[in-house]
C-alpha cells in the first residue's frame, strides 16, 4: 500500500527540544510530503522531499529521505507550544491517480 | 497566496436529507479530490475529478456520494440521503497541472454532522 506509517503515534516534550517523526511506506514514490493538522482544522503542508533527494530543510523542520529503506524523518528543532499538532506523510506516486493516501499520524504536544 | 476554499466550514443536517458541500479549488488547477476524516481516524481518499469526469473512486464513495464541477470554478460533493456514519470532516484538495513533484492544496474542510 501507498500508505505513509508514522511513528511514534503520540509523542509529548518541553518547548525547547527538538521533535522526531519517523514515516515508513511501501511503493515506489516520486515524492514524499509531510503535512500538519491542528486539532479539528484542515491539513497544511510543510515540506516535499523528491526521491532523489536526501535531505531537505525548511526554517526548523528537517526531513531526510531514504528510499532504499523507504522511511523519512521530520525533525522541529527548538519546539514551541505552537508546533502542537499532529503530523502526516504522505507518500507520493503520481501513477496512483496523484491521490495521497494517510496513515494515523504522528500526534504532537509540546508543553511550555 | 492563491488558496482552496470551502464553505460552510460546519453544517449540521438530519439523517436522510442531502448535504452538498462547496469547494472553490485554485483556479489554474487541474486535479481535484475530497477526502473525509472521521473524527479520531485517518483521512481517507473518496473520489479524484479530472478533465470533468471522476477519475477514481473510493470504496467508500457509493452511489450516495456525487461530485459536480459545474461551472468551472466550483467543485461540489452531495451526500443524497446522509447517515450517521457520515458525521465527519471533509476536505477537498487540489493539485496544479502537470507538475509532478508538488503538494496538494487542502482547504480548511466543511464539518458534516449527522443527527
Known amino acids: 500500500s501507498q500508505q505513509g506509517e508514522e511513528d511514534p503515534q503520540a509523542l509529548s516534550i518541553q518547548e525547547g527540544e527538538n521533535a522526531t517523526m519517523n514515516c515508513s511506506y511501501k511503493t515506489s514514490i516520486n515524492n514524499l510530503q509531510w503535512y500538519r493538522q491542528n486539532s479539528g482544522r484542515g491539513l497544511v503542508h510543510l515540506i516535499l522531499i523528491r526521491s532523489n533527494e536526501r535531505e531537505k530543510h525548511s526554517g526548523r523542520l528537517r526531513v531526510t529521505l531514504d528510499t532504499s529503506k523507504k522511511s523519512s524523518s521530520l525533525l522541529i528543532t527548538a519546539s514551541r507550544a505552537a508546533d502542537t499538532a499532529s503530523y502526516f506523510c504522505a507518500p507520493y506516486n503520481a501513477g496512483n491517480n496523484r491521490k495521497l493516501i494517510w496513515g494515523l499520524g504522528t500526534s504532537l504536544a509540546v508543553n511550555p | 497566496e492563491p488558496e482552496v476554499t470551502q464553505t460552510p466550514s460546519h453544517q449540521v443536517t438530519q439523517m436522510g436529507q442531502e448535504v452538498i458541500l462547496r469547494c472553490v479549488p485554485i483556479s489554474n488547477h487541474l486535479y481535484f479530490y475530497w477526502y473525509r476524516q472521521i473524527l479520531g481516524q485517518k483521512v481517507e481518499f473518496l473520489v479524484s475529478?479530472?478533465?470533468?469526469?471522476?477519475?477514481?473512486k473510493s470504496e467508500i464513495f457509493d452511489d450516495q456520494f456525487s461530485v459536480e464541477r459545474p461551472d468551472g470554478s466550483n467543485f461540489t460533493l452531495k451526500i443524497r440521503s446522509t447517515k450517521l456514519e457520515d458525521s465527519a470532516m471533509y476536505f477537498c484538495?487540489?493539485?496544479?497541472?502537470?507538475?509532478?513533484?508538488?503538494?496538494?492544496?487542502f482547504g480548511q474542510g466543511t464539518r458534516l454532522t449527522v443527527v
Open positions: 475529478f479530472y478533465n470533468n469526469e471522476i477519475s477514481e
Open positions: 484538495a487540489s493539485i496544479p497541472r502537470v507538475k509532478m513533484n508538488t503538494e496538494a492544496f
